[in-house]
């Protein structure tokens, strides 16, 4: 081991151990892009200074936890997805009389406001059933996601991210390049804070969709979280995951896929989840 490597991991204990945020379940080399971009903007060349920088800076300790909780997220992310995704609350509709649906890391609400509009707009779900719980790690992004007012930037179109609604103007109000989503779409989701890693599961949810997590989480802690997901499914409920990520061959069995090249998957078993 390098002495590059030994203040890394320094670095790393000291976040892990003093600043509440769990290093050891992320992937190493996302976590050294992140503080690697921390260091350009601190103008510090070692691990070892940055060390220094952030014992000795509060404001830099919130700038690094920021760093390493990615946000990026929008409505109707990949869209053909939130196209079979309509077809499983359709199906959803059909045979329960309570729906609920788990938006788990939810970023910015972008995902279960998603959730609550298609179920608003969709005359074959009963939105009245509907309850739709949201939850991330991260505060701050919990009370963006409350808030729910969304703004276009240069790299940012809202009224192009609400293109599969055929009238996304019933359910948010725009000024300017403001998005407010509307009450009734609020009323349907509940934030709350929740920790997939250290997290108890939750249990009879009928949909999970838990999407573009797993790319900043190790190998071998992806498997827990995945397991603490599925637990809070109910047989026959549903699983939508990123569409970049997999599911780990323990699992498998547990579940067939209803579109596999989407990541959605039914649950069938819950023999294999421990
Ligand atoms: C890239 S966003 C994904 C947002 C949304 N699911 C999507 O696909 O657009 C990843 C989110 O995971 C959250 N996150 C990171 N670690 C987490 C954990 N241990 N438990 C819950 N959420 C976590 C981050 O705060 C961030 O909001």
Redesign the pocket.
């Given at each position: 081991m390098t002495s590059d490597d030994e203040a890394f991991d320094r670095l790393l204990e000291y976040v892990e151990d003093e600043l509440g945020f769990?290093t050891s379940?992320y992937d190493d080399s996302y976590l050294d892009r992140r503080v690697s971009s921390r260091m350009r903007r601190s103008d510090t060349e070692s691990y070892a200074a940055y060390l220094d920088l952030l014992q000795s800076d509060e404001s830099e300790q919130e700038a690094l936890l920021d760093a390493f909780?990615?946000?990026?997220?929008?409505f109707f992310?990949n869209p053909e997805v939130w196209e079979e995704v309509r077809n499983v609350l359709r199906a959803l509709s059909a045979e329960r009389d309570r729906i609920r649906l788990w938006?788990?890391?939810?970023?910015?609400g972008?995902?279960p406001y998603s959730l609550s509009m298609l179920a608003l707009d969709d005359p074959e779900v009963k939105d009245g059933n509907v309850r739709i719980t949201a939850?991330?790690?991260?505060r701050e992004?919990l009370a963006a996601a409350r808030r729910g007012v969304y703004e276009n930037t240069r790299t940012t179109d809202i009224g192009e991210q609400l293109a599969p609604l055929d009238e996304y103007e019933r359910y948010v109000r725009r000024t300017d390049d403001e998005f407010a989503v509307t009450d009734p779409v609020k009323d349907l989701v509940s934030f709350e804070r929740?920790?997939?890693?250290?997290?108890d599961p939750k249990s009879d949810f009928d949909l999970v969709?838990?999407?573009?997590?797993f790319?900043?989480?190790d190998a071998e802690h992806k498997l827990p979280?995945l397991e603490t997901v599925s637990k809070s499914l109910s047989v026959g409920g549903y699983l939508v995951i990123?569409k970049t990520e997999t599911l780990p061959d323990t699992l498998k069995p547990a579940f067939e896929p209803v579109a596999r090249r989407l990541r959605i998957y039914k649950k069938v078993d819950t023999t294999s989840i421990r």
């Open positions: 769990a379940y909780s990615v946000n990026v997220t929008s992310r938006s788990a890391a939810c970023s910015d972008r995902e939850t991330d790690i991260d992004i929740h920790d997939l890693i250290n997290g969709v838990c999407r573009n997590l790319i900043y989480i979280i990123g």
